[in-house]
């Protein structure tokens, strides 16, 4: 059984990078199964802190887009939307180029909770760091957002 209430369209899903933090980093949302969400970032001058590694921000920002995008799809948009109310991230392996890429999966789909499990990997597939962020699922009408 799918975890999606949406099923996610990745063409679409990237179009909504457009003019936020995920367009400046090149984070692309790149696939998707019944359980997870899978997004990409540049690993380059964008996302490097001064020694030439990727910041430990920038990987929180890759985590925090692809979980919060995941909660995203599996509220009813016509009801609630979503905000994060907490992340942490565990940062296991500097990386100096290429793409980090971030799988979310589920770890609580809660009526008003949503928590994430967010494993990020180098092009060769070692982790680099591991995520868990928590999710607000907030009624429409309670300072609704922007878009």
């Not at 030439?52 to 799809?73: D, N, Q």
């Amino acid at each position: 059984m799918s975890l999606w209430r949406t099923t996610p369209n990745i063409e679409q899903l990237n179009a909504l990078q457009k003019n936020t933090i995920g367009e400046v980093l090149d984070i692309r949302f790149e696939d998707f199964d019944e359980a997870s969400l899978t997004a990409s970032m540049v690993v380059d001058h964008r996302t490097h802190q001064p020694y030439g590694l990727l910041h430990g921000g920038a990987s929180v920002v890759l985590a925090e887009t692809v979980g919060s995008m995941a909660s995203y799809l599996c509220i009813d948009t016509s009801r609630f939307y979503c905000v994060g109310l907490e992340i942490n991230a565990n940062h296991l392996r500097g990386l100096r180029t290429g793409r980090v890429t971030a799988v979310a999966r589920a770890i609580h789909i809660g009526r008003t909770t949503h928590v994430w499990d967010i494993r990020l990997t180098s092009d060769e597939g070692k982790s680099s760091c591991i995520s868990r962020l928590t999710m607000a699922v907030v009624p429409l009408g309670e300072n609704p957002p922007a878009r």
